[in-house]
Nanobody
Framework: QVQLVESGGGLVQAGGSLRLSCAAS????????VAWFRQAPNKEREFVAA????????YYPPSMKDRFTISRDTAKNTAYLQMDSLTPDDTAVYYC???????????????WGQGTQVTVSS
């Protein structure tokens, strides 16, 4: 089992920044990738970014690439999501997940955190 704990969410004004953290209890052979997803009220969960623990290869959907940056600290088993120029449309619960492939497909990710709320006020 792998436990993931997100932190860093909160309330921020439009135009502001937040950095989310995702601490993993351990890494295994089938959890070589960590990803961030988000789910806004009444919307489907949406892929935000992913990174490989080893090598740091990243994958962003085009809509996220300009304002969001994913990174990781392998010594701390922690991944980060830096979010800049936030807008109210970024309001959502942000989840981290781990899996074996660098992909936007959420069903590939085996372990999920409980989520952290990000609210952007106008």
């Amino acid at each position: 089992q792998v436990q993931l704990v997100e932190s860093g969410g909160g309330l921020v004004q439009a135009g502001g920044s937040l950095r989310l953290s995702c601490a993993a209890s351990r890494r295994t052979f089938n959890t070589v990738v960590v990803a961030w997803f988000r789910q806004a009220p009444n919307k489907e969960r949406e892929f935000v970014a992913a990174i490989t623990w080893s090598g740091g290869a990243t994958y962003y959907p085009p809509s996220m690439k300009d304002r969001f940056t994913i990174s990781r600290d392998t010594a701390k088993n922690t991944a980060y999501l830096q979010m800049d120029s936030l807008t109210p449309d970024d309001t959502a619960v942000y989840y981290c997940a781990t899996g074996a492939q660098l992909t936007p497909l959420e069903n590939v990710y085996d372990y999920w955190g409980q989520g952290t709320q990000v609210t952007v006020s106008s």
